[in-house]
């Protein structure tokens, strides 16, 4: 399964993905900082951030040949990026970023599985792990 945890910086992705890991062991996480990091790749322009999903979604399918789960963990900005994931969880914890340029090209969902308003969600989580 294919998890996609998006919505704007400092949101929460991280911290709602550490918690999700903490309940199963067969996730492999990519985390957007950790991938630009290995890729030395801060480019955010539009070309640099379609760079970036499809680089998360190429190591997604590394963990799908490995017969594991995968859960990304980026801001994913374009609707149109977010189709192809089993599971979208969409963290809607902020109204705005610190970051103006991510602020305006964020593309507010049209479709996902679950939407986090607030820090209180093992009810969510516990779900998801039931459903994996």
Do not use: C
């Not at 992705?13 to 900082?33: G, M, P, Q, R, V």
């Not at 820090?119 to 459903?131: A, H, L, R, T, W």
Request: charge should be neutral; aromatic fraction near 12%.
């Amino acid at each position: 399964m294919k998890i996609l945890v998006f919505g704007l910086p400092g949101s929460g992705k991280t911290t709602f993905s550490k918690n999700l890991l903490k309940y199963k062991n067969n996730i492999d996480h990519y985390e957007a900082d950790k991938v630009r990091e290995a890729f030395n790749d801060w480019d955010f322009t539009k070309d640099g951030r379609l760079r970036q999903a499809k680089r998360m979604d190429s190591l997604a399918k590394l963990s799908e040949l490995n017969n594991r789960h995968s859960l990304l963990d980026f801001i994913n900005p374009f609707e149109d990026q977010r189709k192809n994931y089993d599971l979208k969880i969409f963290i809607n914890t902020i109204d705005k970023s610190k970051y103006e340029d991510t602020n305006i090209i964020f593309e507010k969902p049209n479709n996902y599985d679950y939407e986090i308003i607030n820090f209180n969600y093992d009810n969510v989580i516990k779900e998801i792990i039931n459903g994996l």
